[in-house]
């Protein structure tokens, strides 16, 4: 940062002398074409100095046990402390960077060591060095000649992904998460067995249905709303008590369909589920699907990274028979938000006949390279996000290796809070998981023994909640909680995190007998 100090100093002598020590003043109300709007020895100072409230802020403390998770504030009191309001007139440095500050002090530490809210947290810093990177070159991942290394930066990527999944071959790009990767599967699956439904839409295509778990993401539902399916249209199958898919009711829903006139689409597995993190049986799946020629697609966002480790990739057995993949690094693998991939099995460029729109202006059909560079036809965005660099970079530094090792140690992780979990009073597990999901229910003294009262499952559900109050509001940690199907509020710990300890794991089940102690 010194750097920018040097530099700018040397411009700042070579101006005053140019114009004999002194500043031409300008004019406010003149068009001056002669200087530039910003001025960069002004902009790299302060640029310095929010750095540096940023590393205090959020990598000093913001990772230190010592210091709370979030710092809680009613959403009035909130919109005070950061003065929200746009102003006509700028404000000078010193007040932008106090708004630094407090946007820093008031947000959520999710690099804390006590952050398990949500299927992403922690911090890799050779990631955090590429997403540095990536906002600094501002550039957009559409053409070859605006982003050349990041284009073939995303294809290696790409490529490696795809041969974890065990392909070859194949196609993929990385989307603004695992939503659109799961709406980008319905429909290339769509596309492929209706190629006019581009040009004329929806008006020639039969009724389409898709096939999901019961404990899928939203995102299925969602995106049949979103392509014109229907939410109707998605058919739920049973799970197991792991909520994993029944293959045998798939078929027999598949079969009912068909007697019924509409057209199975897709077949949406998940390898790893929000809740549970749930791996259906995928083998058997991909029996169900072949026999039907339908669409596998499989949304490994959250257990996708198994496949790094020989020891816990057989959860995933069965997805090289897959269509597509949609895989988020931003999670397991902490390569920072957003990092998702969509990857294909297709080798016809399905991609590029199903979203192109040909654009002559932007991809045009005589540049002097190679035009299958220029991969920004094949999405569904113009202007996108690169996300690759910041996976790439950590890959690079930690190896595939380094990957696996992440992996393992979450599962270490797990076996350790179950067995604690086991020891202690008052705590009752779900179910037995088979990834690192852990989720259970605090039973508080109040309410131990009392099981066969007929208001006991109302006020267990009443418990997470108010636990959960409590811990954000002394800011002590994050940790998730839902109900499920017909099971009350539990909570969801997923200890993934390479950042996390044993030392971490402990305080989060005495802090929730703390703070439920007296309910």
């Known amino acids: 940062m010194d750097y ?43 640029l ?15 990772t230190d046990i ?53 299927q992403y947290g922690g911090v890799d810093y050779h990631s955090l060095a590429g997403r540095f990177l990536t906002e600094t070159l501002n550039t957009n991942l559409f053409t070859y000649e605006v ?6 930066m995303e294809n290696e990527v790409l490529r490696m992904l795809r ?39 929806l008006r020639g295509v039969p009724q389409l249905v898709v096939f999901t778990s019961q404990e899928s993401h939203y995102s299925v539902k969602k995106g049949a709303a979103f392509l014109g399916i229907g939410m109707d249209n998605v058919i739920m199958v049973k799970v197991d008590n792991r909520g994993r898919m029944i293959p045998e009711d798939l078929d027999e829903k598949i079969q ?43 949304d490994a966002c959250w257990g996708g990274s198994v496949l790094f480790s020989k020891q816990h990739r057989h959860l995933m057995k069965g997805v090289d028979r897959a269509n597509s993949v949609a895989w988020n690094p931003h999670k397991m693998l902490v390569a920072g938000l957003q990092c998702s991939a969509f990857l294909l ?27 299958d560079l220029d991969i920004g036809d094949k999405t569904l965005q113009c202007s996108r996000h690169v996300d690759c660099l910041k996976l790439w970079l950590m890959w690079k530094a930690v190896g595939s290796d380094g990957l696996a090792k ?21 705590f009752r597990i779900v179910e037995e998981p088979e990834f690192v999901n852990v989720c259970f229910w605090f039973i508080p003294p109040s309410l131990r023994g009392k099981e066969g009262n007929a208001d006991y499952q109302d006020r267990l559900a009443a418990v997470a909640p108010l636990i959960k109050e409590r811990m954000m509001k002394q800011g002590t940690m994050m940790i998730a909680y839902q109900p499920l199907a017909n099971r009350v509020n539990f909570f969801r710990l997923a200890v993934f995190s390479p950042v996390l300890s044993q030392k971490d794991m402990d305080f989060f089940l005495d802090e929730i007998e703390r703070l439920g102690k007296d309910l």
Not at 409 to 414: C, D, R, T
Request: hydrophobic letters at 35%.
């Open 256 to 298: 009912l369909a068909k007697s019924e006139g509409s057209v199975p689409l897709l077949v949406n597995c998940m390898a790893g589920t929000t809740v549970q993190g749930a791996f259906d049986p995928l083998d058997r799946i991909a029996d169900v699907c072949e026999k039907h020629k339908i669409w596998m697609h499989i």
């Open 48 to 62: 310095t100095e929010a750095f540096k409230i940023i590393v205090e802020e959020l990598l000093c403390k913001g």
């Open 163 to 201: 041969l974890l999944v065990g392909w070859t071959e194949g196609d993929g790009i990385f989307c603004p998460g695992g939503s659109l990767s799961n709406i980008y599967a319905m429909n290339l699956a769509r596309y492929r067995a209706f190629p006019e439904v581009k040009c004329q839409g």
């Open 4 to 46: 920018f100090k040097e530099v700018n100093m040397e411009s700042q002598d070579k101006e005053s002398s140019a114009t004999g020590g002194q500043n031409r003043p300008v004019n406010v109300g003149e068009r001056d074409l002669s200087e530039p709007l910003i001025d960069h020895s002004e902009g790299q100072l302060f």
């Open 345 to 371: 099995k297709d080798t016809t460029n399905l991609m590029k006949h199903c979203h192109s729109a040909g654009a002559t202006y932007l991809f045009q059909q005589d540049k002097f390279y190679d035009m």
């Open 147 to 152: 982003a050349p290394a990041l284009v073939l």
């Open 406 to 426: 992440r992996v393992d140690k979450a599962f270490v992780h797990a076996r350790y809070v179950m067995e604690q979990l086991k020891k202690r009073e008052g």
């Open 66 to 118: 010592k210091e709370k998770v979030c710092e809680w504030r009613e959403p009035e009191e909130l919109a005070g402390l950061l003065d929200l309001e746009l102003r006509d007139a700028g404000e000078p440095d010193d007040r932008l960077l106090q708004r630094v500050r407090d946007v820093a002090k008031y947000s959520v530490k999710t690099s804390h060591p006590r952050f398990a809210n949500q």
